[in-house]
């Protein structure tokens, strides 16, 4: 069935590092594939997405490509800074053009902490 | 973004009670809401789908008469655990489609409400 892998953290950088947190999918068809973040004691939040091949997703600086032949959303930022420090989740839906719902399904989920 | 709203945000209670978490589409209506589990450290775990006038759709595993699921209008699902025990201790959280998601380019987008974290006594 589908899945998603994503790295294991946590994953600890100082201010100003470089952060790559890799995802892997495996899917049938063409999913949209997407990344979450979930702050200390909030809900998930969109953080970025994309459709379909070579797309790339953008938000705050974070940057994902939807890379179909290597089966890859890795998430990427120049600089993380401090508030930066959330669980970030990879996840994939696909679309439905019948109607029928469809779902989320996420990776595990990777916890940035990030250092002053 | 559209606004999914969640209540209460934080519930204890003891053992034996039921609880109800609410789940509202704030600025649109949706016909399916989704209920995902979180447990600490792992990620979240869809129990259900919730069908606006019909019954929801359970995922494996998880006990229907435990979790009881309507979602009476377009703009509200509730989840009631039913009799809980210290292990349905967890953080429940919803998200809603927007109905609209099959027209134009949107691509299904879902967004979640902030979570409820029961704590079961």
């Known amino acids: 069935g589908d899945s998603v892998t994503q790295m294991e953290g946590p994953v600890t950088l100082s201010e100003e590092a470089f952060l790559t947190i890799n995802c892997t999918y495996t899917?049938?068809?063409?999913?949209?594939l997407f990344w979450y973040v979930q702050y200390p004691g909030e809900g998930l939040q969109l953080l970025l997405k994309a459709t379909k091949a070579d797309d790339k997703g953008s938000n705050k600086g974070f940057e994902a490509t939807y890379r179909k032949e290597t089966t890859s959303f890795h998430l990427e930022k120049g600089s993380v800074q401090v508030s930066d420090s959330a669980v970030y989740f990879c996840a994939l839906t696909k679309v439905n053009y019948g109607g029928a719902t469809n779902k989320l399904i996420f990776g595990t989920g990777t916890l940035l902490a990030v250092q002053p | 973004g559209a606004v999914v709203s969640q209540h209460p945000s934080r519930v204890i209670c003891k053992s034996g009670t039921s609880v109800k978490i609410e789940c509202r589409s704030l600025d649109f209506q949706a016909t399916t809401m989704f209920w995902y589990r979180q447990f600490p450290k792992q990620s979240l775990m869809l129990m259900a789908t919730?069908?606006?006038?019909?019954?929801?759709?359970?995922e494996q595993g998880v006990e229907k008469d435990k979790f009881l699921i309507n979602h009476a209008s377009l703009t509200l699902s509730t989840l009631t655990v039913t009799s809980a025990h210290p292990e349905d201790s967890s953080f429940y959280i919803c998200?809603?489609?927007?109905?609209?998601?099959?027209?134009?380019?949107?691509?299904?987008?879902?967004?979640f409400g902030e979570g409820s974290r029961l704590t079961v006594l």
């Open positions: 899917a049938t068809g063409y999913p949209s």
């Open positions: 998200s809603a489609r927007d109905q609209n998601w099959t027209s134009g380019s949107r691509t299904g987008e879902l967004f």
């Open positions: 919730s069908n606006e006038g019909s019954k929801a759709t359970y």
